[in-house]
């Protein structure tokens, strides 16, 4: 029944949608070129583009407007300008705003922000002209930085961190940037003697207060302004030959931990550390990393999560060393099937989440225009609860025609036996074959298909996956199928559900009325989620509709979703979301949603949903709830709240109530020096968390770091309590 709507769906759209143009245009066959003038005199850096060398350099300004739409008169004029001297690649920039610094938006000033909720500028540099790969940098009138790295336009690798500089100033007509690139963080193909390079090259501007989107060359409004085929060429740039380029970031740590049961110390460490990160780039298409007594001190804690659904959540990787490349593994892009999953490393067990040690890892990446290359081994360190333990991936890519690739991976875990601890020996290898086809600009296919083989249950697994999407200016359709038998088990990879056959096809219009002057963009859509067993695929898990008539962005900035979710269950297992003993019975109810949003650019702004409708054989309410205030740049204040109340449900007809309370403060003297704090109280579990982390970039990308961590569990009469607290300093070099 499921497919046959979905085909009348898409057979009404498609003869809709063949009536209208496409928009999506392609790139051009000649880029546009842009010729670098080389310095004479030194610059200053210091977000004033007033040296000489600056006003007698030719200007870029033909930004193409892709949102709120597509064409027309860019409202907020950027005038561009590129320098280069025997170090650094320069780009100044002049972002236009008829209202001064009273038009600028920004939320706060940490590293790594996200898009959407500030004014942005920045550049995309492809040195290598590989097509399919982007070094982004990006910032704020503020002049925090964001780096990352991008792969065929929509994969983000926001772990990756490098060393450059910019400055930034707000006038009363807009905003300078000055930013300087050295060409050791570039890594650009080695030119001959005397020759000059040529460097891909995107640029973007984000005006947030209109919600106004340039880039330059023109590149479609449904494409990530990183899609490199459409690239203009930096040229006559007389770049260095690449150096020895090693960076060394060497750290020393101090942690002091207790544990408390009521009143009485039951565990203490005093624990000081030492250890580096080392990246060598052996050439500029080749990148050597080691990691040495690792250490994730500084990296951001995990929020609760009161998980009420039948499937694993999925906590995304927060460490440095493991985010920095994670774009390139197989399944890198979706939270279903993925054989490599780097939380799995640095654990006392599967199902253990206290961290073990790592002594030392190893990463080799390789990139050239037609293939990839990259393996990565880890040592885990013997713990009383966990052997010690090798982690092991390796991964070939293969680049063809314009933006395809077919890849295989393959994973390993072996732990050393331990007869004393008498703990099973995990060892396990999965092998993995994946690609992604682009037959045009806007449709996309990506596929999946690995096999698992478990040392410890002797059996062998399979899972898949497959993808085909079209995205377009006016629509998106896609279809999305997943298998994963019963027996696929990635050790150092993650799945969302064993023994499941899901299709999730659907899609939605997007129209952007011109004659209703107070709506933006409106979505409406519906998306289909079919699941059945692998094993016996007659056998019916779930299904839900997710059917969104109101998916809408306003003129003003907000945002208001009401949509509804019809739901199917066969609960066949044992099943008890947060204690509530469910009968395996079949249940349908359908759950309705009210989200919205103010202006989440603005000083004040808020967000808040309700879910409700019954919920198996009761009801649930659920209240979604979130502030924000946010006086000035350099101070953010945050609440969320989230509340469930669950009514006649299970077998007991049990009624259950929770609250979840988050505060989140963020204070910062500039980008360079901020202090963050959240507190997290769950009255689920009863349990309360406190996190703060003071940070000081003394230097480029050498830190010093204060964190505190306290953990209770029954806060109105503690029973155990976890406190902690580390300082550690790095210190960064490069040659």
């Not at 005093?270 to 990393?289: M, R």
């Not at 290898?429 to 037959?439: L, S, W």
């Not at 107070?518 to 779930?542: E, L, T, V």
């Not at 269950?569 to 919205?596: A, H």
Request: proline share 5%; with cysteine.
């Amino acid at each position: 029944m499921f497919r046959l709507i979905l085909i009348l769906f898409l057979m009404y759209q498609l003869n809709g949608w063949s009536q209208n143009k496409n928009e999506n245009f392609p790139p051009s066959e000649t880029p546009i070129e842009v010729t670098v003038s080389k310095v004479e005199k030194k610059i200053k850096l210091d977000g004033i583009l007033n040296e000489i060398d600056w006003n007698s350099t030719s200007i870029t300004e033909d930004f193409f407007r892709r949102e709120p739409r597509q064409g027309g008169k860019v409202r907020y004029k950027t005038e561009v300008r590129f320098l280069y001297d025997d170090k650094n690649l320069y780009i100044g920039a002049f972002c236009k705003d008829s209202v001064g610094i009273k038009g600028i938006r920004i939320q706060d000033l940490r590293r790594d922000f996200s898009w959407g909720e500030n004014d942005i500028f920045g550049i995309a540099l492809d040195p290598q002209n590989l097509k399919q790969y982007a070094q982004g940098f990006q910032t704020t009138p503020y002049g925090n930085q964001r780096d990352f790295q991008n792969f065929n336009g929509n994969n983000f690798d926001t772990g990756w961190n490098t060393l450059w500089r910019v400055r930034t100033q707000r006038t009363k007509d807009g905003y300078s940037v000055e930013m300087a690139i050295p060409f050791k963080s570039l890594r650009y193909n080695l030119p001959k003697e005397g020759a000059t390079i040529e460097i891909g090259f995107t640029l973007v501007r984000y005006a947030r207060r209109d919600i106004e989107v340039s880039s330059f060359p023109a590149i479609p409004q449904s494409f990530t302004p990183y899609r490199m085929t459409y690239a203009a060429k930096l040229t006559g740039i007389e770049a260095p030959p690449p150096s020895t380029n090693i960076r060394v970031e060497p750290y020393a740590l101090y942690q002091y931990d207790e544990t408390k049961i009521g009143d009485e110390l039951t565990d203490k460490l005093n624990d000081p550390k030492i250890g580096f990160d080392a990246k060598w780039a052996i050439n500029p298409k080749t990148v050597l990393d080691l990691t040495v007594n690792t250490d994730f001190a500084q990296a951001d804690v995990d929020r609760a999560v009161n998980n009420l659904e039948r499937f694993n959540i999925f906590f995304p990787e927060r460490r440095q060393f493991f985010l920095e490349n994670s774009g390139i593994w197989a399944g890198g892009l979706q939270q279903s099937i993925r054989p490599f999953f780097s939380r799995q490393i640095g654990l006392q067990g599967e199902f253990n989440a206290t961290p073990a040690p790592i002594d030392a890892g190893i990463r080799f990446t390789q990139r050239t225009e037609k293939n990839a290359l990259a393996g990565l081994l880890v040592r885990q360190r013997e713990t009383d609860n966990s052997p010690g333990t090798n982690f092991g991936v390796f991964r070939y890519l293969k680049n063809y025609g314009r933006e395809n690739n077919i890849g295989v991976m393959l994973t390993h875990r072996l732990d050393d036996s331990n007869n004393d601890l008498n703990l099973d020996r995990n060892n396990n290898t999965t092998i993995t074959i994946d690609g992604q086809i682009r037959p045009t600009s806007q449709w996309d296919i990506q596929y999946l298909l690995s096999t698992s083989l478990d040392e410890l249950t002797g059996e062998t697994g399979f899972a898949g996956r497959i993808f085909i999407g079209n995205d377009s200016n006016k629509y998106y359709y896609g279809w999305v199928t997943e298998y994963t038998d019963e027996n696929y088990n990635p050790r150092i990879g993650f799945v969302r559900q064993k023994d499941v056959i899901r299709h999730n096809p659907g899609g939605y219009f997007i129209w952007r009325p011109k004659k209703i002057n107070w709506i933006r963009r409106w979505d409406p859509g519906m998306f289909i989620n079919y699941n059945h067993d692998a094993r016996d695929p007659s056998k019916f898990q779930q299904a839900s509709l997710y059917i969104f008539p109101v998916f809408t962005w306003f003129k003003d900035n907000s945002f208001l979703e009401i949509s509804a979710t019809p739901t199917w269950q066969n609960i066949n297992f044992d099943f008890t979301p947060l204690g509530l003993e469910i009968e395996q019975d079949n249940y349908f109810y359908t759950r309705y949603l009210m989200q919205y949003n103010t202006d989440l650019s603005k000083k004040w702004s808020a967000d808040v949903g309700v879910n409700f409708g019954n919920f198996y054989n009761g009801t649930r309410t659920t209240i979604n709830a979130a502030a924000r205030f946010a006086p000035i740049p350099q101070t953010t204040f945050s609440l969320n709240y989230e509340y469930n109340d669950i009514r006649n449900v299970g077998i007991a007809e049990e009624d259950l109530e929770t609250n979840l309370y988050t505060a989140n403060l963020r204070l910062a003297l500039n980008p360079r020096i901020q202090l963050s704090t959240f507190y997290q109280y769950n009255s689920f579990n009863e349990q309360g968390r406190w996190n703060a982390r003071f940070s000081w970039e003394y230097m480029p990308l050498s830190f010093i770091y204060l964190v505190f961590n306290d953990t209770q569990t029954d806060v109105f009469d503690p029973m155990q309590q976890n406190t902690q607290f580390i300082s550690k300093i790095t210190f960064l070099k490069q040659f």
